[in-house]
């Protein structure tokens, strides 16, 4: 991640190693804001090849596991490439792309942490958030 000049994204283990991050655990941490910078650059910019951009978008889009969160609230004509993540200390997370015919793709990253939730409901809660952002995107 630094050579494309994200310096906040930490990636320190190997899975599922990685996904068991107590509170004040900076390991394999990062941001939002980074993990939006770092995919816009890795889907558009010129980091990857357009063909290795092409399959790892295509990947993304095809991706699944996702369906209950951002997805489910995406507006009518709009596609999403996305992939989402989870550890054993509540947290929830998504990074995609958004973009529809008329629109130039948005970059998305939410990331929850909620200790006595489900997985399920966290999952609800970036559904949630999904709402409120499209709608205020397309808002203006």
């Given at each position: 991640?630094?050579?494309?000049?994200?310096t906040v994204?930490?990636?320190?283990?190997?899975?599922?190693?990685?996904?068991?991050?107590?509170v004040d655990d900076l390991r394999d941490t990062t941001t939002p804001d980074a993990m939006s910078k770092s995919i816009k650059k890795i889907l558009t910019g010129a980091v990857l090849s357009d063909s290795s951009k092409a399959q790892l978008k295509e990947w993304m889009v095809n991706n699944k596991?996702?369906?209950?969160?951002?997805?489910?609230?995406?507006?009518?004509?709009?596609?999403i490439a996305d992939r989402?993540?989870?550890?054993d200390y509540g947290v929830r997370g998504i990074t995609s792309m958004?973009?529809?015919?008329?629109?130039?793709?948005?970059?998305?990253?939410i990331y929850v942490r909620k200790a006595d939730t489900s997985l399920d409901e966290r999952?609800?809660?970036i559904r949630t958030l999904g709402s409120h952002i499209f709608d205020e995107y397309l808002s203006h």
């Open positions: 991640m630094r050579s494309i000049g994200d994204t930490r990636s320190d283990r190997y899975e599922p190693e990685l996904t068991v991050n107590p596991v996702a369906d209950n969160m951002l997805r489910a609230s995406l507006p009518k004509g709009w596609k989402s993540g989870a550890s958004v973009w529809s015919n008329n629109h130039d793709p948005v970059f998305i990253s999952s609800a809660v």
